[in-house]
Nanobody
């Protein structure tokens, strides 16, 4: 079983930026990878996906603001978050697109003035 560890979350002012990182304990080479988020009282939702060939898909609310990337050699996935809004406040998780691996603890992103 591959272990996942998210980092980079912080308290940030609206309009600010953060870069989240996800480290996998095993190879991600064969998997489409994704970021998800969950706000208090809400279900976990899809945020962004990057396929094995680098094709990306984003949920409408983050298009133009977030960028997902991957480094297969390092088994790492990243999420660059710009122009952050209070509605982006949530715990952010990474996983395969099919949620194949056990969820990590996530990283808290709080956007507030």
């Amino acid at each position: 079983q591959v272990q996942l560890g998210e980092s980079g979350g912080d308290l940030v002012q609206p309009g600010g930026s953060l870069r989240l990182s996800c480290a996998a304990s095993g190879s991600i080479f064969d998997y489409a990878m994704a970021w998800y988020r969950q706000a208090p009282g809400k279900q976990r939702e899809f945020v962004a996906r990057i396929g094995t060939a680098g094709i990306t898909i984003y949920t409408d609310s983050v298009k133009g603001r977030f960028t997902i990337s991957r480094d297969n050699a390092k088994n790492m996935i990243y999420l660059q978050m710009n122009s952050l809004k209070p509605e982006d406040t949530a715990v952010y998780y990474c996983n395969t697109m099919g949620s194949r691996w056990k969820w990590g603890q996530g990283t808290q992103v709080t956007v507030s003035s």
